[in-house]
């Protein structure tokens, strides 16, 4: 069972938005890589089939290089998710802020 939030749910979500998508795992990894990420090929095509874990950092950057190539042809649909919010939440302000 995937931990909310954790890396199987982030994994699931990628496969989701991955097998829905018209691209191959090699382009998104070429993305992931040109935007600086140190897992190889073989590392990435691991962790998808959940054989392999990779650090947050990683799993965000590849979920990252989906979402912009999915962005980039327009394609509507399933995202990538990320290990962990991007922006904080509106009920989640600054204590002491008004």
């Not at 140190?38 to 290089?65: F, N």
């Not at 962990?84 to 204590?95: K, L, S, V």
Request: aromatic content about 8%; proline content about 5%.
């Amino acid at each position: 069972m995937a931990v909310p939030g954790g890396e199987d749910e982030q994994r699931h979500d990628f496969r989701l938005a991955f097998e829905a998508a018209p691209l191959a795992l090699e382009q998104v990894w070429m993305k992931y890589f040109s935007i600086g990420g140190k897992v190889g090929l073989t590392e990435v095509q691991a962790y998808v089939y959940a054989a392999l874990s990779i650090p947050p950092m990683e799993r965000d950057m590849l979920a990252h290089a989906l979402n912009e190539s999915l962005n980039s042809l327009g394609v509507n649909g399933r995202r990538a998710s990320y290990s962990r919010a991007i922006h904080p939440r509106a009920d989640e302000g600054q204590a002491g802020v008004n």
